[in-house]
């Protein structure tokens, strides 16, 4: 074989193991560090609002589970977490505006507004928790993204479990592409993030 074919086939390879260690990785994630049932806050993981800033079905499915579980009694308040990350519409405004209009009393949402990725969602949201003493969360989000989730939240200094948000209607969910770039990203954290994007809550 050519130099060049088995580079190719080294660098297949290499991909091939980078991708079963992150479905290894996925597969394994905590789900929780805890047993409590009832817990200070919901952390609502952000994700993207449409082009006129509002709240697309998975963005709306999140704050709809959410208020779900607040209405429960899981947790007394809500902390919505996402920055600008399109067309300068903050994914927490949205949210919160939409839990508003749903009957989430004001004084029971928090906003952080700061985060572009799901490390700074955990930080920056863990940071909120601190400075008012609270210690325990629900983590909301689509399911794809929440075995990512759990390997970042498993860093964070708080208890915590995740709970997947179910697609608004059935058949609706993010799909295949959306999970595919879920394992991306999980290379991408397992490769680099981790050890280069650190955040101290």
């Avoid at 990725?117 to 940071?127: F, G, P, V």
């Amino acid at each position: 074989m050519s130099w060049k074919v088995r580079l190719g086939l080294l660098a297949s390879a290499i991909i091939a193991a980078l991708f079963a260690w992150a479905a290894i990785a996925r597969y394994t994630a905590p789900v929780s560090n805890t047993s409590l049932s009832r817990f200070d806050a919901i952390i609502v993981l952000g994700t993207s609002a449409d082009r006129d800033g509002n709240p697309t079905p998975q963005q709306l499915a999140r704050v709809n589970e959410a208020v779900r579980e607040y209405e429960l009694g899981v947790a007394p308040r809500l902390i919505f977490t996402g920055g600008a990350t399109r067309a300068n519409f903050v994914e927490a405004d949205v949210m919160a505006r939409t839990a508003k209009a749903e009957g989430i009393p004001e004084s029971a949402i928090f906003e952080e507004r700061q985060a572009t990725d799901t490390i700074q969602n955990a930080c920056y949201s863990t940071r909120i928790m601190k400075s008012h003493g609270w210690h325990s969360a629900e983590l909301i989000s689509a399911a794809e993204h929440l075995p990512r989730a759990g390997l970042i939240f498993e860093r964070m200094p708080i208890e915590w479990r995740i709970h997947a948000a179910p697609p608004i209607t059935p058949g609706s969910g993010s799909g295949i592409f959306s999970s595919a770039w879920e394992m991306v990203k999980t290379v991408r954290y397992l490769v680099w993030a981790r050890q280069m994007e650190r955040c101290e809550p």
